[in-house]
Each structure stands twice: as structure tokens, then as C-alpha cells.
């Protein structure tokens, strides 16, 4: 049973800091691209960041400069360090994995954590 434990979301005041965890279970931790999400209400899903098993990155422009992906395989952990937040940083994120092996799809979802950035 594949399982993604997001932590680390809150409220926090514009400017301020949050870092984000994604706990993994279930799978082949080092062999997945993972990535986190966002959702604001409203609005359709976004992609923020993206790490691909290699540890290459892939940064929304909406947060390039500001946030910050990492995996540790060893503990099967993917991290979203956000700083500089502003207030339409809110939203629910989501932790991603995400495999293609020739035509097969493997792509599991976490829970989501709220993130609010509000004076």
C-alpha cells in the first residue's frame, strides 16, 4: 500500500518560512520523480517544484528564487523549503510520485497540508 504523509504546513505571516515534508511508503523511494503541488480555492492544481530521481529540479516560475526542492532517499522524504511567502502562496499542497515505465503509469497523491500565508 503506497502512502504519502505530508507535514509541515501552516499559517504564516507574509515573508516568513515554512518547510514542507512528504513521507513515503510503499515504493521504490530513489526510483520515483517526485513533486509537490498546489491548489488554491478556485483554482485548477499547479505544479511548484519537481525532483526527478537523478536529484534534477524543476521550479515553477511563480516561486523560482523563493522555494526549494530536495529528497533524501535514505529516509524516503521529499522536502519544499518555501521563504519570501506572499499571501497567494495559500493553498493546499500536495506531494506527488511519479513513475513511467513504457506505457505504464505510476502516480500516487498524498493528503495535502494547508498552507496560509496571512498577516
Known amino acids: 500500500q503506497v502512502q504519502l504523509v505530508e507535514s509541515g504546513g501552516g499559517l504564516v505571516q507574509p515573508g516568513g518560512s515554512l518547510k514542507l515534508s512528504c513521507a513515503a511508503s510503499?515504493?521504490?523511494?530513489?526510483?520515483?520523480?517526485m513533486g509537490w503541488y498546489r491548489q488554491a480555492p478556485g483554482k485548477e492544481r499547479e505544479l511548484v517544484a519537481q525532483?526527478?530521481?537523478?536529484?534534477?529540479?524543476n521550479i515553477a516560475d511563480s516561486v523560482k528564487g523563493r522555494f526549494a526542492i530536495a529528497r533524501d532517499n535514505a529516509k524516503n522524504t521529499v522536502y519544499l523549503q518555501m521563504n519570501s511567502l506572499k499571501p497567494e502562496d495559500t493553498a493546499v499542497y500536495y506531494c506527488n510520485a511519479h513513475r513511467v515505465v513504457y506505457i505504464s503509469l505510476y502516480d500516487y497523491w498524498g493528503q495535502g497540508t494547508q498552507v496560509t500565508v496571512s498577516s
Open positions: 525532483i526527478a530521481s537523478g536529484g534534477t529540479t
Open positions: 510503499g515504493i521504490m523511494f530513489s526510483i520515483y520523480a
